[in-house]
Protein backbone atom coordinates (compact mmCIF):
# COMPACT_ATOMS: atom_id res chain seq x y z
CA UNK A 1 0.00 0.00 0.00
CA UNK A 2 1.55 3.16 -1.21
CA UNK A 3 -0.36 5.72 0.64
CA UNK A 4 1.28 4.68 4.24
CA UNK A 5 4.78 3.98 2.94
CA UNK A 6 6.17 6.36 5.11
CA UNK A 7 4.42 4.62 8.37
CA UNK A 8 4.76 1.09 7.01
CA UNK A 9 8.46 1.52 6.40
CA UNK A 10 9.04 2.61 9.69
CA UNK A 11 7.67 -0.05 11.43
CA UNK A 12 7.55 -3.16 9.19
CA UNK A 13 10.71 -4.92 11.00
CA UNK A 14 9.20 -4.05 14.52
CA UNK A 15 5.96 -5.10 13.30
CA UNK A 16 6.95 -8.54 11.66
CA UNK A 17 8.61 -9.11 15.05
CA UNK A 18 5.41 -8.09 16.79
CA UNK A 19 3.08 -9.93 14.43
CA UNK A 20 5.43 -13.46 15.37
CA UNK A 21 4.85 -12.72 18.27
CA UNK A 22 1.58 -13.18 19.18
CA UNK A 23 1.01 -16.54 17.32
CA UNK A 24 3.16 -18.01 19.11
CA UNK A 25 1.61 -16.75 22.24
CA UNK A 26 -1.70 -18.41 20.75
CA UNK A 27 -0.08 -21.62 20.60
CA UNK A 28 2.09 -21.57 24.16
CA UNK A 29 -0.81 -19.79 26.29
CA UNK A 30 -0.01 -17.75 29.35
CA UNK A 31 3.95 -18.96 28.61
CA UNK A 32 4.74 -16.37 26.10
CA UNK A 33 5.15 -12.94 27.19
CA UNK A 34 2.25 -11.02 25.07
CA UNK A 35 3.81 -8.13 22.98
CA UNK A 36 2.66 -4.87 22.14
CA UNK A 37 0.34 -4.51 18.75
CA UNK A 38 0.15 -1.41 17.27
CA UNK A 39 -2.10 0.51 15.36
CA UNK A 40 -1.76 3.64 13.13
CA UNK A 41 -4.24 6.13 12.71
CA UNK A 42 -3.23 7.33 9.10
CA UNK A 43 -3.12 11.35 7.98
CA UNK A 44 -3.94 10.69 4.71
CA UNK A 45 -6.14 8.58 2.25
CA UNK A 46 -5.41 4.60 2.72
CA UNK A 47 -6.29 0.97 1.17
CA UNK A 48 -6.11 -2.30 3.06
CA UNK A 49 -3.74 -4.69 1.35
CA UNK A 50 -5.67 -7.55 1.79
CA UNK A 51 -8.98 -6.92 1.45
CA UNK A 52 -8.28 -4.11 -0.93
CA UNK A 53 -10.98 -2.31 0.53
CA UNK A 54 -10.82 1.98 0.41
CA UNK A 55 -10.22 3.22 4.08
CA UNK A 56 -10.41 7.06 3.19
CA UNK A 57 -8.20 9.65 5.62
CA UNK A 58 -8.30 8.51 9.47
CA UNK A 59 -8.18 5.29 8.56
CA UNK A 60 -7.28 2.89 11.43
CA UNK A 61 -4.28 0.31 10.12
CA UNK A 62 -2.17 -2.66 11.55
CA UNK A 63 1.35 -2.72 9.83
CA UNK A 64 1.50 -6.81 9.48
CA UNK A 65 5.16 -6.85 7.80
CA UNK A 66 5.13 -8.92 4.70
CA UNK A 67 1.21 -8.82 4.21
CA UNK A 68 1.07 -4.82 4.29
CA UNK A 69 -1.33 -2.55 6.18
CA UNK A 70 -4.45 -4.37 6.98
CA UNK A 71 -7.45 -2.64 8.44
CA UNK A 72 -9.05 -3.81 11.82
CA UNK A 73 -10.97 -6.55 10.21
CA UNK A 74 -8.51 -8.19 8.09
CA UNK A 75 -5.66 -7.93 11.25
CA UNK A 76 -8.28 -9.57 13.34
CA UNK A 77 -8.47 -6.46 15.60
CA UNK A 78 -11.88 -5.44 14.60
CA UNK A 79 -13.64 -7.05 17.42
CA UNK A 80 -11.61 -4.93 20.22
CA UNK A 81 -12.97 -1.43 21.70
CA UNK A 82 -11.30 1.60 21.92
CA UNK A 83 -10.29 2.83 25.55
CA UNK A 84 -9.06 6.84 24.81
CA UNK A 85 -5.76 7.84 27.10
CA UNK A 86 -6.22 9.70 29.87
CA UNK A 87 -7.08 6.74 32.69
CA UNK A 88 -3.97 5.02 33.73
CA UNK A 89 -5.66 2.86 36.01
CA UNK A 90 -8.24 1.47 33.86
CA UNK A 91 -6.09 1.58 30.42
CA UNK A 92 -3.56 -0.74 32.95
CA UNK A 93 -6.51 -3.09 33.98
CA UNK A 94 -7.87 -3.01 30.68
CA UNK A 95 -4.83 -4.22 28.75
CA UNK A 96 -4.30 -6.98 31.62
CA UNK A 97 -7.41 -8.49 31.49
CA UNK A 98 -8.01 -8.94 27.74
CA UNK A 99 -5.79 -11.91 26.24
CA UNK A 100 -5.14 -9.34 22.90
CA UNK A 101 -4.60 -5.63 22.88
CA UNK A 102 -2.91 -2.58 20.90
CA UNK A 103 -1.99 0.91 20.92
CA UNK A 104 -3.12 3.20 19.48
CA UNK A 105 -0.61 5.25 17.63
CA UNK A 106 -0.85 8.63 15.33
CA UNK A 107 1.66 11.04 14.09
CA UNK A 108 2.10 14.25 14.82
CA UNK A 109 3.62 16.50 12.51
CA UNK A 110 4.45 19.55 14.64
CA UNK A 111 6.25 17.32 17.19
CA UNK A 112 7.34 14.80 14.55
CA UNK A 113 6.72 11.90 16.32
CA UNK A 114 3.83 8.98 16.94
CA UNK A 115 1.69 10.11 19.87
CA UNK A 116 -0.30 7.89 21.93
CA UNK A 117 -4.09 7.61 21.79
CA UNK A 118 -5.38 5.29 23.72
CA UNK A 119 -5.55 1.19 23.73
CA UNK A 120 -7.53 -1.34 21.43
CA UNK A 121 -8.78 -3.94 24.51
CA UNK A 122 -11.37 -6.67 24.54
CA UNK A 123 -14.92 -5.48 25.60
CA UNK A 124 -15.18 -8.21 28.62
CA UNK A 125 -11.75 -6.86 30.32
CA UNK A 126 -12.66 -3.46 29.48
CA UNK A 127 -15.63 -4.50 31.55
CA UNK A 128 -13.91 -5.96 34.29
CA UNK A 129 -11.31 -3.25 34.16
CA UNK A 130 -14.43 -0.68 34.94
CA UNK A 131 -15.49 -2.66 38.07
CA UNK A 132 -12.37 -3.09 39.00
CA UNK A 133 -11.75 0.87 39.23
CA UNK A 134 -15.59 1.51 40.41
CA UNK A 135 -15.05 -0.55 43.16
CA UNK A 136 -11.64 1.14 43.83
CA UNK A 137 -13.28 4.16 43.71
CA UNK A 138 -16.12 3.37 46.06
CA UNK A 139 -13.79 2.21 48.69
CA UNK A 140 -11.81 5.56 48.47
CA UNK A 141 -15.35 7.06 49.07
CA UNK A 142 -15.96 5.02 52.00
CA UNK A 143 -12.73 5.46 53.60
CA UNK A 144 -13.32 8.77 52.89
CA UNK A 145 -16.56 9.38 54.76
CA UNK A 146 -15.35 7.11 57.30
CA UNK A 147 -12.35 9.57 58.26
CA UNK A 148 -14.48 12.37 57.96
CA UNK A 149 -16.71 11.04 60.68
CA UNK A 150 -14.22 10.06 62.68
CA UNK A 151 -12.87 13.45 62.56
CA UNK A 152 -16.08 15.10 63.00
CA UNK A 153 -16.63 12.80 65.79
CA UNK A 154 -13.24 14.25 67.48
CA UNK A 155 -14.04 18.02 67.14
CA UNK A 156 -17.52 17.49 68.29
CA UNK A 157 -16.05 15.72 71.23
CA UNK A 158 -13.27 18.81 72.02
CA UNK A 159 -16.77 21.11 71.29
CA UNK A 160 -18.00 19.85 74.11
CA UNK A 161 -15.03 19.76 76.35
CA UNK A 162 -14.84 23.15 75.82
CA UNK A 163 -18.27 24.17 76.29
CA UNK A 164 -17.96 22.42 79.47
CA UNK A 165 -14.81 24.33 80.78
CA UNK A 166 -16.88 27.17 79.62
CA UNK A 167 -19.90 26.85 81.76
CA UNK A 168 -17.18 25.63 84.74
CA UNK A 169 -15.41 29.09 84.88
CA UNK A 170 -18.63 31.08 84.29
CA UNK A 171 -21.44 29.44 85.45
CA UNK A 172 -23.40 32.83 85.24
CA UNK A 173 -23.40 32.63 81.82
CA UNK A 174 -26.86 32.73 79.70
CA UNK A 175 -28.16 29.03 79.13
CA UNK A 176 -26.53 27.63 75.85
CA UNK A 177 -23.86 30.37 75.26
CA UNK A 178 -20.97 27.98 76.38
CA UNK A 179 -21.96 25.86 73.44
CA UNK A 180 -22.48 28.88 70.92
CA UNK A 181 -18.68 30.10 72.13
CA UNK A 182 -17.32 26.66 71.89
CA UNK A 183 -18.54 26.18 67.83
CA UNK A 184 -17.27 29.52 67.39
CA UNK A 185 -13.81 29.35 69.22
CA UNK A 186 -13.26 25.46 67.52
CA UNK A 187 -14.37 26.27 64.18
CA UNK A 188 -11.68 23.74 61.98
CA UNK A 189 -9.63 25.73 59.74
CA UNK A 190 -10.37 28.88 60.96
CA UNK A 191 -7.41 29.99 62.92
CA UNK A 192 -9.60 30.69 65.90
CA UNK A 193 -8.14 30.48 69.44
CA UNK A 194 -10.28 27.78 69.65
CA UNK A 195 -8.00 25.56 67.54
CA UNK A 196 -4.64 26.50 69.34
CA UNK A 197 -2.56 23.68 71.56
CA UNK A 198 -3.42 25.75 74.56
CA UNK A 199 -6.84 25.68 73.66
CA UNK A 200 -7.05 21.90 72.95
CA UNK A 201 -5.37 21.27 76.40
CA UNK A 202 -8.32 23.10 77.70
CA UNK A 203 -5.55 25.87 79.17
CA UNK A 204 -7.63 28.62 81.21
CA UNK A 205 -6.29 31.53 79.44
CA UNK A 206 -7.06 30.37 76.05
CA UNK A 207 -10.74 29.70 77.13
CA UNK A 208 -10.71 33.05 78.42
CA UNK A 209 -9.80 34.69 75.69
CA UNK A 210 -11.99 32.77 73.19
CA UNK A 211 -15.21 34.28 76.05
CA UNK A 212 -13.47 37.65 75.85
CA UNK A 213 -13.88 37.32 71.74
CA UNK A 214 -17.48 36.53 72.28
CA UNK A 215 -18.89 38.96 74.87
CA UNK A 216 -16.77 41.72 72.66
CA UNK A 217 -19.15 40.50 69.78
CA UNK A 218 -22.40 39.62 71.76
CA UNK A 219 -22.74 41.82 74.74
CA UNK A 220 -21.00 45.69 73.31
CA UNK A 221 -21.28 47.88 70.33
CA UNK A 222 -17.43 46.71 69.14
CA UNK A 223 -18.84 45.79 65.79
CA UNK A 224 -20.97 48.81 65.19
CA UNK A 225 -17.59 50.82 66.12
CA UNK A 226 -15.46 48.98 63.26
CA UNK A 227 -18.78 49.82 61.09
CA UNK A 228 -18.08 53.35 61.74
CA UNK A 229 -14.38 53.45 61.19
CA UNK A 230 -12.27 52.97 64.52
CA UNK A 231 -8.98 50.83 64.37
CA UNK A 232 -9.65 47.42 66.27
CA UNK A 233 -7.76 48.12 69.46
CA UNK A 234 -9.16 51.45 69.58
CA UNK A 235 -12.43 49.77 69.04
CA UNK A 236 -11.44 46.91 71.94
CA UNK A 237 -10.29 49.63 74.02
CA UNK A 238 -13.75 51.65 73.76
CA UNK A 239 -15.87 48.37 75.05
CA UNK A 240 -13.49 46.80 77.73
CA UNK A 241 -15.36 47.90 80.91
CA UNK A 242 -18.26 46.36 79.58
CA UNK A 243 -16.61 43.32 78.65
CA UNK A 244 -15.33 43.46 82.39
CA UNK A 245 -18.53 43.72 83.57
CA UNK A 246 -20.34 40.99 81.72
CA UNK A 247 -17.96 39.10 82.59
CA UNK A 248 -17.89 39.40 86.28
CA UNK A 249 -21.57 38.77 85.85
CA UNK A 250 -21.01 35.37 84.61
CA UNK A 251 -18.19 34.25 86.70
CA UNK A 252 -18.53 32.09 89.83
CA UNK A 253 -20.12 34.01 93.09
CA UNK A 254 -17.98 33.68 96.01
Not at 6 to 24: M, N, Q, Y
Not at 155 to 181: C, H, M, N, S, W
Amino acid sequence: MTAYSRDKGADAGSTRHVGAAASVGSLNGATMKKFELKVFISNRNSVCDECHEELGPKAWIFLAGERGALCLDCADLGHLAFLPSGDAALTRRATKHSKISAVVLKWSRGRNRYERQGVLVEEEGLAQAEQECLADAELRERRRAREELRRSEVDQAYVAQFAARVRELLPGAPPGREKTIAEHACAKYSGRVGRSAAAKRLDDEAVRMAVIAHVRHAETEYDRLLGRGFERFEARDRVAGTVDEVLEKWRPKS
